[in-house]
């Protein structure tokens, strides 16, 4: 793995003194939501970063593996681990190929705001569910598909004052350069359609049996979804 790197690596401290640097970890009720009881599930949290999703996990009961690309982010998940200890095994791994990972042997696995930033969409999938045991679950959060556009931005109506969100570019598929993406993230995204992601899923044995598009704060976000979050059940065995 001497030759994997990630996007994240060089911006790996400022991403960490910025999310979750106490390594408390994620705070999100819709996650929580969407992965219900995990206690004594042996979990996979791919495209971990610094493990905030994965401390999340076993804070909930779970048997956790982290995995990521980042030797710079797993860094500062194993320091948070030795100074708080949940039994958490990080690893060094490429999402996109989870070929040291021995077949079957996770019982759900989880990718929380990553899977836009994975350059090939299908290996990932493909890996995902190879790892899983036979009626397993997936979990994932991402920017929502229909809504965080290559051409994306706001409008205020000067008659009513509210904020109406604008799309466009949404059929062309790919890495996009994303001028206002928070500045802890790496610059190129890799926009998909809606559609893609469901049939991507369904190809790889993980039909979508659950989607979350929660309400959020800004006033844009309270009227039309940025986040998407769904859950995929195997079909494997």
Same mark, same amino acid.
């Given at each position: ?7 994240? #690596? ?22 929580? #939501? ?11 949290? /791919? ?16 048997? /956790? ?5 980042? #030797? ?81 931005? #706001? ?10 969100? /604008? ?71």
């Amino acid at each position: 793995m001497t030759n994997l790197t990630s996007a994240y #690596e060089e911006l790996a401290d400022v991403y960490h003194a910025t999310v979750d640097p106490d390594g408390a970890g994620l705070d999100d009720p819709t996650f929580d #939501e969407l992965v219900g009881d995990v206690r004594g599930q042996r979990v996979a949290a /791919v495209a971990c970063g610094q493990g905030r999703d994965a401390r999340r996990l076993a804070d909930l009961g779970a048997e /956790v593996v982290g995995i990521d690309a980042s #030797e710079s982010l797993l860094a500062h998940a194993r320091r948070l681990e030795q100074q708080t200890p949940r039994g958490i095994e990080y690893v060094h791994g490429d999402a996109q190929d989870l070929g040291r990972i021995p077949a079957a042997s996770f019982d759900a696995v989880v990718c929380h705001m990553a899977l836009m930033d994975i350059p090939d969409l299908e290996p990932a999938v493909r890996s995902i569910a190879r790892i899983m045991k036979p009626g397993g679950w997936f979990a994932a959060s991402i920017v929502h598909p229909c809504y965080k556009t290559p051409a994306a931005g #706001e409008l205020i109506d000067h008659v009513d004052g509210s904020t109406r969100r /604008v799309t466009g570019r949404y059929f062309e598929e790919g890495p996009f350069n994303s001028v206002t993406r928070w500045k802890i993230l790496p610059r190129v995204a890799y926009h998909r359609m809606l559609s893609t992601y469901v049939n991507t899923l369904a190809t790889a044995g993980l039909p979508v049996v659950r989607m979350i598009e929660p309400v959020g704060d800004r006033p844009v976000w309270q009227s039309v979804p940025g986040l998407l979050y769904f859950r995929c059940q195997s079909q494997g065995g």
